[in-house]
Nanobody
Framework: QVQLAESGGGLVHPGGSLRLSCAGSGSALSIYTMGWYRQAPGKQRELIAASPTVGDTIYADSVKGRFTISRDNAKNTLYLQMNTLKPEDTAVYYC?????????????WGQGTQVTVSS
């Protein structure tokens, strides 16, 4: 079982940048498919970036070219570099870890970190 803790959120002006971190403990993140989700007020939680254990990273169209997901296995940490931020990026951002099991998958969530993009 893995525990996840996000950090790095805050208030930023439109066009600015932030880097979110997701520190893992209890297990190595390298064995999980890792993802960043976000949930804006009144909206469903959505996947915006994923880093599988094998294969290419994927991005939602809304963040493609602006956000970059990456891992540092030595630090057991997942990152989300967010550039050219827009007001519509305002949301609570969550880190997710997923691994397969018979009949489904194990899934773990962090507590979330607030990102607010406003002038």
């Amino acid at each position: 079982q893995v525990q996840l803790a996000e950090s790095g959120g805050g208030l930023v002006h439109p066009g600015g940048s932030l880097r979110l971190s997701c520190a893992g403990s209890g297990s190595a993140l390298s064995i999980y498919t890792m993802g960043w989700y976000r949930q804006a007020p009144g909206k469903q939680r959505e996947l915006i970036a994923a880093s599988p254990t094998v294969g290419d990273t994927i991005y939602a169209d809304s963040v493609k070219g602006r956000f970059t997901i990456s891992r540092d296995n030595a630090k057991n940490t997942l990152y989300l570099q967010m550039n050219t931020l827009k007001p519509e990026d305002t949301a609570v951002y969550y880190c997710n870890a997923r691994s397969p099991r018979i009949g489904g998958f194990y899934e773990y969530w962090g507590q979330g970190t607030q990102v607010t993009v406003s002038s």
